[in-house]
Every structure is written in C-alpha cells, then in structure tokens.
C-alpha cells in the first residue's frame, strides 16, 4: 500500500529552476538573486549543452569545440519566479564588471537581448542597481547544485577543482581515485564566444 501524504516533500537536492537562454525577438529581464556567477567549459553535443569534462571528454574525442558559458539566478517581477540565466564569457564579463564595481550582482537588474532576430546573434547587456525597497528577492540558491540537477550530476561526485578570475571551476569525479593531480586549467584557451549556439 503506498504512503499517501497530504505534504509535498523537498527535494533534498535543493532548487530545480528553469534555465533561460536569450531568444530572438524577446528580451529577458530579471533582477539577479545570486551574489556571483558561476561558469565551466561546455559543448553544444547531441542537440544540448553539456559540461566539458577534463578527462575521457567524447566530444573533445569527436574534436568537438568547447565554450565557457556562465550561470546567475534571476527573479522575474512579471511572473513572481526564480530562473536560471546562462551566458557566454563575453557578457558575463559585462556582469564580473559591475560586480566589481558594486560588490555584488545581487540586486542588479537586468536587461539581455540579442542584436538581430538570428538565434546566434550578440546579446546586449543593460544593467542597472535595483531599487529593493518594494520588492524582497528570494534566497540564493546553490548554483552548482541547481547546474548538477539539469545536467542529472550526483552531487557526491562533483568536486571544486581551483578558482579562475573569482569563479570557481567544478569538475565531475569519474572515479574514486582523488590521488591524481588536477588538471591546469588556468592555461586553457577559450573559442570566440561572440556567436554561440547555445547564448
């Protein structure tokens, strides 16, 4: 006989938020929830974006490029929710800006969207300070758990390799063997990311 409840259960893993992706046409707007972005090398491969992986990547076998792309939680006002924003370096280097400036990207409101109708074109940035006062943002998530759900990674098996520029690169662990030395990846050289098929 199942256990019927009449409460909903957490999930244990923590939020599941809707990833967005600049369309054409539409801009995204949002107010940034996270204190920080995070990001990793990725491929576009089988029709998604999946991690990079520094050891035994297929696609990098299948000579498959690589591109940094980076993550913040958002609240729209409009709809009363929490998502996800993905970006490439490019423009989340205009967010690493104003985080300098400010301190935080908490706060920041935001405004992306592409330079022409093409699915692939130059996303435009606008940022500007919010004014909280008549709105209270939602707690940040953990953008690493929130990145491990989509890409359906078992928590235990991710590991923080080393910080790049204040960002911190996550790895998955294929094996137990944790003896063996990470992977530089402060000497990797990135693709232009001005034209992505996935931001």
């Known amino acids: 006989m199942p256990?019927?409840?009449t409460v909903i259960p957490d999930d244990?893993?923590?939020h599941s938020l809707t990833l967005v992706r600049v369309p054409p046409g539409k801009p995204v707007v949002g107010i940034v929830v996270s204190d920080n972005l995070i990001g990793c090398a990725t491929h576009f491969w089988g029709g998604r974006t999946i991690p990079h992986e520094e050891q035994l990547c297929f696609p990098c076998s299948e000579g498959s490029p690589w591109r940094w792309h980076a993550w913040l939680a958002a609240f729209s006002t409009r709809n009363n929710e929490m998502f996800?924003?993905?970006s490439t370096k490019r423009v989340a280097m205009i967010f690493a800006a104003y985080r300098e400036?400010?301190?935080t990207l908490r706060g920041c409101v935001f405004k992306a969207q592409r330079a022409t109708d093409a699915r692939n074109s130059r996303v435009?940035?606008?940022l500007k300070p919010g004014d909280l006062r008549s709105i209270n943002l939602p707690e940040e998530p953990n953008l690493v758990k929130c990145m491990s759900m989509i890409w359906n990674i078992k928590l235990p098996d991710l590991a923080?390799?080393?910080v790049i520029d204040g960002i911190p690169a996550v790895r998955t662990i294929s094996?137990?063997?944790n003896d063996k030395p990470l992977p530089n990846q402060t000497n990797l050289?990135?693709?232009d990311e001005s034209r992505s098929e996935t931001a």
């Open 124 to 126: 435009r940035l606008e």
């Open 175 to 177: 094996t137990p063997d």
């Open 189 to 191: 050289k990135f693709h």
């Open 12 to 14: 244990p893993r923590g």
């Open 84 to 86: 996800l924003f993905e």
């Open 3 to 5: 256990a019927f409840t």
């Open 160 to 162: 923080v390799e080393c």
């Open 101 to 103: 400036t400010h301190g």
